[in-house]
């Protein structure tokens, strides 16, 4: 199974940018469907992005296209997530996961049951 630590969160206002980071150990990264997701204070953890085993397909959630972009590097197991335009409302915990089942809608919308997550790092967005 594949260890993950995040880092690269931190306060910014709205409109900036932050680059999260994922490293990942333990496992040959190219197995796994790499993902975030995001857990604001009294919400559900929301799923943000993901990225198949070889980086060619990708997902993002309504509230993120457009001002994310999610990429993977298997020969350094790093994944990274790009945060463009930050609003207020992404203010979040952002965790990283790996999952090593197949592509698909379902195993994409259920990363609450993903195979491995990290500790998470902490975004807030300034208004």
């Known amino acids: 199974q594949v260890q993950l630590v995040e880092s690269g969160g931190g306060l910014v206002q709205a409109g900036g940018s932050l680059r999260l980071y994922c490293a990942a150990s333990?496992?040959?990264?190219?197995?796994?469907?790499m993902g975030w997701s995001r857990q604001a204070p009294g919400k559900e953890r929301e799923s943000v992005a993901a990225?198949?085993?070889?980086?060619?397909?990708?997902y993002y959630a309504n509230s993120v296209k457009g001002r994310f972009t999610i990429s993977r590097d298997n020969a350094k197991n790093a994944v990274w997530l790009q945060m463009n335009s930050l609003k207020p409302e992404d203010t979040a915990v952002y965790y990283c996961?790996?999952?090593?089942?197949?592509?698909?809608?379902?195993?994409?919308?259920?990363?609450?049951?993903?195979?491995?997550w990290g500790q998470g790092t902490q975004v807030t967005v300034s208004s």
């Open positions: 996961g790996a999952d090593s089942r197949v592509w698909g809608p379902i195993t994409i919308t259920s990363m609450t049951a993903w195979d491995s």
């Open positions: 333990g496992d040959t990264l190219s197995s796994y469907i």
């Open positions: 990225v198949s085993g070889n980086g060619g397909k990708t």
